[in-house]
């Protein structure tokens, strides 16, 4: 009966010293974020968030994986719990930053690729990134209609 209450309480207070320290981990990001007003975040905010939610589920999994081999159940399973919420956590926050960094990608590559048909064309005319003729702005500073 005591290994029960023991137990019980161990995966209690775990869990609520874990979901404490995340709490306060984002609350003290959120107000870096907010201290700079719009500006640029500091570089390095991104990887210390990634750092805190692998090493998060890792070391949640290390102690609910010591649980179950002290034979406290409870507490294996709370630690597993948080471990796999954790883990869901960190695998949205991969796939939204892959998202934006493709988009990012593919658009420095469309512009690449635009920039690099911007050139002038067979009659000599240039053209704009957007593909607009330029020739007749060109010919309307000096005057003359070409």
């Avoid at 019980?8 to 609520?16: E, I, K, M």
């Avoid at 874990?18 to 500006?39: D, H, I, P, R, Y």
């Avoid at 990634?50 to 609910?64: C, I, Q």
């Avoid at 048909?117 to 020739?135: E, I, K, M, P, S």
């Amino acid at each position: 009966m005591l290994t029960r209450v023991v137990d019980v309480l161990a995966g209690v207070a775990l869990t609520a010293v874990e979901v404490a320290a995340l709490v306060a981990f984002w609350f003290c990001e959120s107000l870096k974020l907010w201290a700079a007003q719009g500006q640029q975040p500091r570089p390095g905010s991104a990887v210390r968030l990634w750092l805190v939610l692998t090493a998060g589920p890792a070391g949640a999994a290390l102690v609910g994986l010591l649980a179950f081999r002290v034979v406290l159940p409870a507490t294996g399973l709370t630690q597993a719990l948080i471990t796999a919420a954790l883990v869901g956590i960190l695998l949205l926050g991969l796939g939204t930053e892959t998202s934006r960094w493709v988009t990012r990608s593919f658009a420095r590559h469309l512009g690449k690729r635009r920039n690099a048909h911007a050139g002038r064309d067979a009659r000599g005319h240039g053209h704009d990134t957007d593909g607009r003729d330029t020739y007749e702005r060109d010919s309307d500073k000096d005057g003359s209609d070409g």
